[in-house]
C-alpha cells in the first residue's frame, strides 16, 4: 500500500501481492465513508435498544454477540434487527438511485419537488 498525489487529492494505492491489478482510493472518500458507517452502526445500536421495553446499548451489544437473555435475544434479533437491516438497506438504495437519477439527468441539483424526480428514484 503506497500513498500518491492525484489531481490535487490524496490517494491510497493498493495492489494486492501477486496480481496484476490495483485500486485507487482516495482518502478523504474512505474518511467519509468510515464516519458515515460509524454514526450508521451507533444509530443502529440505539435504535435496537429503543421502544416500549426499553434495553441499555450494552445490554444490546450482548444481544447481538453472546445471547444469554433469552428475552433480549429475542427482542433485539427477531423484533427489532429485521426493521433496522431493511431501514439501512432500503435507504442506501433510494440515496444511489437518487444519485443514477441526478446522472442520468445530467442535473446534480435535481431534487424532489422537480415533475417526475420522485417516481424515478423509487423506479
Not at 421495553?53 to 433485539?76: K, M, N, Q, S, T
Request: charged fraction near 15%; glycine fraction near 10%.
Amino acid at each position: 500500500m503506497s500513498s500518491t498525489i492525484d489531481f490535487g487529492r490524496a490517494m491510497l494505492v493498493v495492489r494486492p501481492r501477486g496480481t496484476r491489478f490495483s485500486a485507487r482510493i482516495g482518502v478523504r472518500t474512505l474518511v467519509v465513508c468510515a464516519v458515515l458507517l460509524t454514526i450508521s452502526v451507533v444509530t443502529a445500536v440505539l435504535a435496537l435498544g429503543s421502544g416500549d421495553y426499553l434495553i441499555p446499548p450494552l445490554r444490546v451489544l450482548r444481544a447481538l454477540v453472546i445471547g444469554d437473555e433469552r428475552f433480549d435475544r429475542l427482542v433485539v434479533w427477531d423484533w427489532r434487527l429485521p426493521r433496522i437491516l431493511l431501514a439501512l438497506i432500503l435507504g442506501a438504495a433510494l440515496g444511489v438511485s437518487g444519485a443514477i437519477l441526478q446522472s442520468v439527468t445530467r442535473n446534480p441539483l435535481g431534487s424532489p419537488d422537480i415533475v417526475g424526480f420522485n417516481t424515478g428514484a423509487y423506479t
